[in-house]
Each structure stands twice: as C-alpha cells, then as structure tokens.
C-alpha cells in the first residue's frame, strides 16, 4: 500500500471515532423522541451528466437550485431537528457551490452525507469536500464494464476509488446492486471486493422498479447477494433484513416511518415520502410542522411490502419496536424487524 494511501486511511479511522460518537449521539436521540427526521434527502440539483436505464430521479436540463434557497432548506429541516442530511440528485457534484452547503450541513450540527455517481472526482476535489467538512459519501457501481443499463462500472471509476484511498477523509461506501437490468449480476461480487481492498466499506442494493417495488431475483442473483453480504462485517452495511425477506420472495411487513424518520425533500422544496413516491404529500418544506412528522410516523404505506429503499428501511428501524401502524398490526420478528 503506498505511503499516502496508508496515511489516509490512518487518518480516515482517527477521524472516524468522531463521527462514530457523533452517530452513537444521533441514535440516542432518535430513541428518545419520535418528533423528528433522522434523515433527510435534499436534492441541489434534479440534472445528471450520465444517463442509467434504470434511473427515475434525473434529467438532462434541470438548473441547479439557488445556493440561498437550499441553505434556507438546511435551516428548516435543522428546525425540524433532523440528524443527517444527504445531498442527492441528479448528480449533486454538479451544484456549483456543494461545498457551501456541506459547511452550512456541518454548521447546524447535523452529519453531512454525499451520494454521487463519481465522476467528477479528483484529487482537488476531494482535497476540498474534507475541507467542507463531508463525512459521509456514496458511490454505486453497478457493473465491470459499461453497458446500456449503466455508465458507472468499475472500469470507468476504478481510478476515482483510487484517488478517494489517497486523499479522502470521509467514510466511503461503494454500493453493488444486483436485480432486473444488470446483465452480469456477478460484476456485484468484483466491485465489493475492490471496495474492501481500498480500504473502504461495500453495500448491496437490490433494484426497484419506478415505485421502489422489488423485481424478483433469480436463482444466481441471489447466490451473488449472499457473497456480497457475507463480505460485510460491521455496522450500518449489515441491516439488510429487509432486503434478505425480498430476495428469499417474501415480502416485509413492517412499520414505515417515511415523511416522519425519513424525508425527501425535492429540487422544488416539496416534501416526499421517498424519491419513489413523489407527489405524496407534496407539502412545501416552509409549511411541513411536527404535526405533519406524526401524522406520516403514524401513516401505513401501501407500498411498503415489497419496497426496497434501504434509506427509509434504515431510518425507519429504530421504532420498529414501538408504534404499530393502526392497520398494520404488529409487526412479527419473520417480517423484518431484527432479533
């Protein structure tokens, strides 16, 4: 391992017991009080520079919202009280002043997240999100070479994990995914074994459809979803009860917290439950009150069964224990909710 690298990483882990006690606190507060998000999804920008067949939440002209409107987002979900927030899109690397909003994020006191698709990462680049304050980011890499269902294969970013390992403070996880599209389910198996060679943590997701709903995986699909998950040792990465029931055909029945644990703020500052259900509510982010968090919290969602947004599953699992949904009932230990 050169040199660099190997300082990096050092000092990657040195400042990872930070934000680890900054988690711990996060996760207290979530236990204590249902009346606030603990993650929220704010959208810079709703353009992308690649296209992926599988993707519904990008377009290919959309404008990036004004820096002053989205800090005025941050403020109010601050308000609101929530933990993290996630800069998503689109791709937000293309707002001309993310990293004015990483160090607004981090000056409200709230963890500060990225999920990019990668490509406009450099050394420069990543030298100035440590400077912001990022302390999460996210890459998917959905297959070794390039093909018609997406660009972001591990030939094309390899170089860009490599420079992250050189110079990124931050946590990074780089996400597979396995499902209906992906023509070398296999490719899932390499990407998560080169993301744990840099030194960094590996996910699996599983493809949704454009409601967020499971395409059932066949026999290999899910062989390769259990060597990916085997290769996960510790913490966040390994919550995939969920997504263990879809894969295995069963559905969850489970209590979802999305517009309440979980919110998706849009480019337009709309609140959604999920980026799968935009539309619902659609209440201005100005106008979304403590009220609105209980009524959600308290809300089933039709489409919760079959869904497969790890982030609303994640968010939403510190009051599976508590709570039950009116017509959902209990939930039982064999539907989702972990031993």
């Not at 698709?117 to 440590?130: A, D, H, K, S, T």
Request: proline fraction near 6%; charge should be positive; glycine fraction near 8%.
């Amino acid at each position: 391992m050169p040199n660099g690298v190997l300082r990096t990483k050092v000092r990657r882990k040195l400042l990872g017991l930070h934000r680890r006690a900054r988690e711990t606190r996060m996760v207290l507060k979530a236990l204590g009080d249902t009346d606030h998000p603990v993650l929220a999804h704010l959208i810079p920008t709703r353009r992308c520079n690649i296209s992926c067949a599988y993707c519904n939440e990008y377009d290919s002209v959309s404008q990036p919202v004004p820096v002053e409107v989205l800090c005025r987002r941050i403020d109010l979900l601050a308000d609101l009280g929530v933990s993290v927030i996630t800069l998503s899109g689109g791709e937000p690397m293309l707002h001309p002043q993310l990293d004015d909003l990483i160090r607004h994020i981090r000056g409200r006191g709230i963890i500060a997240s990225l999920i990019t698709n990668g490509y406009l990462l450099g050394p420069e680049r990543i030298r100035n999100l440590n400077d912001a304050g990022l302390e999460h980011l996210q890459i998917s890499i959905d297959n070794v070479e390039p093909d018609e269902t997406s660009m972001k294969s591990l030939r094309v970013l390899d170089m860009k994990l490599a420079m992250l390992a050189e110079h990124a403070d931050f946590d990074v996880n780089i996400n597979s995914v396995v499902g209906a599209g992906i023509p070398n389910p296999g490719d899932a198996y390499t990407v998560a074994l080169r993301s744990l060679e840099l030194g960094f943590t590996s996910t699996i997701g599983v493809i949704h459809d454009g409601d967020g709903q499971l395409k059932p995986l066949d026999r290999t699909e899910r062989r390769v979803y259990e060597k990916v998950k085997a290769l996960s040792k510790r913490g966040y990465s390994r919550m995939t009860f969920f997504q263990d029931n879809l894969v295995a055909g069963r559905t969850n029945k489970w209590y979802c917290r999305a517009g309440a644990r979980y919110v998706y703020v849009c480019e337009d500052g709309l609140v959604h439950y999920c980026s799968q259900q935009r539309g619902t509510p659609g209440i201005p982010l100005e106008a979304y009150t403590v009220k609105d968090i209980r009524r959600a919290y308290r809300t089933p969602k039709s489409c919760a069964p079959a869904c497969t947004v790890s982030c609303v599953h994640k968010a939403s699992a510190v009051d599976f224990w508590r709570d039950p949904q009116p017509s959902l009932g209990r939930a039982r230990s064999e539907d989702a909710v972990p031993a």
